[in-house]
């Protein structure tokens, strides 16, 4: 997920900021998770990526 954040070219797509905030969100929710044993947050990353 992180190479994908990294990845996206700022200057060239107007939509890539958007995106690059759904990223971020999902890796803190899976970080946050991984850290605290939290499904919770585990689940609301899923079901963002999910779709």
Do not use: C
Request: hydrophobic share 45%.
């Amino acid at each position: 997920m992180a190479l994908l954040r990294d990845s996206l070219q700022l200057d060239i797509w107007e939509g890539a900021a958007d995106v690059r905030t759904l990223y971020e969100f999902v890796i803190n929710a899976l970080v946050h998770s991984n850290l605290h044993k939290d499904r919770s947050s585990f689940e609301v990353a899923t079901e963002v990526i999910g779709p």
